[in-house]
């Protein structure tokens, strides 16, 4: 034999309600109670067809007036959850798909399908509060968190004075080491600080190529990390690939 079909929660939770309101009946509760009390004095009886066929007319009668008003009931209950300001309800779950043919079944999942599109399209419209998005801080800074109170004029002033040591105010790369403690950078970023200025084009930095170059880095990168890599990454470009490595290995090579 077939297992038997396993109800779905909602339609589980519909035949207990049924159950109660049979069980609540009074013509229920009195033929219960006359056959408990057959029991108690052990008295043997029989349920015969006619008084069954009595008790259904009755209980019928009578559940299909429960059943209209408890319909309006229900009706009323699912107009309430289609409106907006509702929230999603639980039976949302499809039933599974047994008479195909019932009319009720058919009135039930249309009107799953309206409550569905009718709560997607509340989740949609739903915006996000100011509040809501003003409490969450920023957290990632790709390039450094920004540094307040930074004094980049008097950083500049004191490359400019370095400047002026060099004959016309231009930097080799053998000078470069000068300039980089006045940028407040390790001795070897002097390599990356030249190339970074087009020295290897010409064989020296001017100073106003090189303010011009070190402005731009220190109020876009924060960081030493985000500075370093920018000074060897290629234009517009936001990380380090291996060639870029080389010219630094070969200035830290010749210093080994």
Known sequence: MPAAPVLQPVLKMKVDELFLNWLSETTTQLMLKDYLKRIKNGERF?????????????????????????????????????????????ITKALPSGNTGSPRVGHNRAVR??????????????????????????FYFPRGRPKPNINIDALISRIEKTFSQFPNERATLEDM???????????????PLFYAADGDR??????????????????TCH?????????????????LEQEDLIPFLQVWLHFI
């Open 113 to 138: 399908r309206s409550i569905g599109s009718k709560l997607a399209q509340v989740k949609k419209e739903e915006p996000l509060t100011p509040a809501l998005s003003e409490s969450i801080p920023k």
């Open 223 to 239: 960081d030493d990390a985000a500075k370093f890599v920018h000074l060897l990454a290629k234009p517009s470009c936001y990380y």
């Open 46 to 90: 029989e349920c015969g067809e006619g008084d069954l066929k009595d008790n259904r007319l009755l209980v019928c009668s009578e559940n299909k007036n429960n059943f209209r008003s408890k319909q309006k009931v229900t009706d009323k209950a699912v107009s309430s959850l289609s409106a907006p300001s509702s929230p999603p309800s639980p």
């Open 202 to 219: 010409t064989g020296f930095v001017s100073v106003h190529k090189f303010i011009a170059m070190w402005r731009k880095k220190i109020q």
């Open 177 to 191: 080491g000068k300039v980089a403690k006045a940028c407040e950078c390790p001795l070897y970023w002097k390599a």
